[in-house]
Structures are given as C-alpha cells and as structure tokens.
C-alpha cells in the first residue's frame, strides 16, 4: 500500500508557532527491547490553528506530543517554538511548558488540591506568582473554562466528570499558554458532555487565538472542529491536510485501522443511491447543506 503525504501549506497570514523536522523517538535505543514511536516525522503549525491528531492504538500520538513542550527528548530531530529549538542547551522548559499546556487523557486525576479555586492556583503560584496575582488569574481561567462561582470552594472531587475536565482545562489556562493540546480530553464522557467540553475548547481557541492540538479517536469530533488533520501511522506521518482532504481517502485510512466519519459515509451510499450530494461533507452541517441543495430546496 502506498500512502500519501499531505502537507498543506500553512496559510501565508498565519505565524508559525510550532516547527518539527525530522523528529524520531526509539524507545530502550540499542537494547533487544529497542521499538521505534516514530521517526523522522516534520511539521509546521500556525498561531491560531485547530489541529486534529489521529491515529490507531500505538501510532505514536501521544508519544509525539510529549515532545512539543519538551516532556520527552527526541532520539533524533528536532522541536522549535516560536524559531527556537527548544532541546538546545540552556533553552528555559519550565517557561515553554506554561506556553505549551497539556491536558492529558482523564485529567481528572491530575487534580488534588481541597477546593477548585485552589487547584487552578497552583500552576500560576509555581510559576513564582504572588498568591493574589495567582487567585485573579485562576478565576478568569475557570470564567474561561465554564467553571461557574459558585463551584470555585468545593472541592474538584465532588464535581461531575465533565466539570472536572472544565476545571483541568482551566488549571492550563490560568499560565496564559499560547499552546493547548490535549489527549482525549472528553474520554469517557457522554456525547452531550463530549460535545460540551470541544465547543468550550474550540470557543476558547478563537476567543484567545491559542494554537489547540486535539488528539482524538473519534473522526467526527475532528471533522467538526479542526482546520487540518494529523494522521499517524506506524510512527509515520502519512497525512497533515484539511478534513476534506484526508476523509476523502477513505480507503487508505481504513487499511491503517481508521475510517471517516460516520456522515462521510452516508454522504456516499446518498451518491451512490443517485442523489447529486457533496462526497467530501463531513459534518451535520456540510451534509444538511448539499443534501438540500441536491433536493433543489435551497
């Protein structure tokens, strides 16, 4: 099977705020136990940028994630922020990792402070700021995060799943990253609290400009929200292009143990029915549109 490498090009507007080249990462290098996450995988992402990763069980996601606010240290290749190599010597991680905030899979368990105003304090306050500067800023982060008041003194542990990740995303929030990524933010949840946790991010995306990287299992959640799609496999790159584009290769996503979404397939039986419909809609509301369309109501 020969795949294809998509690399659309970052819009001319829009500054480049995370660079990889030729990044690879061997796990237990030069051991019987030596297994390679990925390797020699480059990438540019803009300011601003919604940016969906995908990819099957084992095909370095997460891996490669941990590598863009330094938590891992490639075997080779490297990570620039903002122009700079972040691996080079003397280069300061503890202030690219409040510009780059993770939120990983079940971020509920990262939380541990008595109460939730506390708990969102703690990033700032280790970052060296004054308990005060550090309370105004964990408020605005949970303001932010849709953690309403009157949650802020209970402790984070009696709050539902959902509110939970609320309070995770804003304990990132509260360091004013430039950067969010999170792994499988809304596992576990069901769809209304899935949907509620991705549109407060997406909102939060176009509200402060920040860059969101949103590595995720389910197709749909990425083609209703990312303006381009990371697709791993084996620890290769094989695509980085717009929705429209990597769902249109049905075929070779379902041969690397992926698919399309569930409407990218409705949109093809409508086709092949005899209905003049959009193949490449992905969305509720891409289908609606050519569905109408093809039925002469609009």
């Known amino acids: ?161 959902g509110q939970k990740r609320r309070v995770a995303i804003a304990g990132v929030l509260s360091m004013d990253p430039e950067v969010l990524v999170l792994d499988e933010p809304a596992a576990g949840l069901d769809p209304a609290g899935r949907e509620d946790i991705l549109n407060t991010v997406a909102a939060l995306g176009k509200k402060k400009n920040i860059t969101i990287l949103l590595v995720s299992h389910s197709m749909d959640d990425v083609a209703q929200y990312a303006d381009r799609i990371m697709v791993l496999s084996k620890g290769k790159l094989v695509f980085f292009d717009t929705p429209e584009e990597v769902f249109s290769h049905v075929e070779e996503l379902e041969e690397i143990g992926l698919s399309a979404p569930q409407i990218t397939y409705l949109m093809r039986d409508l086709a092949a029915a005899g209905l003049p419909v959009d193949v490449n809609a992905n969305t509720v509301e891409e289908a609606r549109e050519t569905i109408l369309k093809a039925l002469g109501k609009k």
């Open 1 to 161: 099977m020969c795949l294809h490498l998509c690399l659309c090009t970052l819009h001319e507007s829009l500054t480049i705020m995370i660079e990889a080249k030729n990044l690879t990462h061997v796990y237990n290098e030069g051991t019987a136990m030596e297994s390679h996450a990925f390797e020699d995988v480059s990438f540019r992402i803009g300011r601003g940028e919604f940016i969906g990763v995908i990819g099957h069980t084992g095909s370095g996601k997460s891996t490669l994630i941990q590598h863009l606010n330094g938590l891992l240290k490639p075997t080779g290749g490297t990570v620039y922020y903002d122009g700079e190599d972040i691996f080079k010597k003397g280069y300061d991680l503890r202030k690219l990792r409040s510009k780059v905030g993770m939120v990983f899979q079940y971020p509920e368990y990262q939380l541990f402070e008595e109460t939730v105003l506390r708990d969102v304090m703690f990033g700032p306050m280790n970052m060296g700021a004054a308990e005060e500067e550090a309370k105004e800023a964990a408020k605005r982060a949970l303001t932010l995060a849709g953690v309403g008041e009157e949650f802020w003194e209970h402790s984070p542990f009696e709050l539902s799943g």
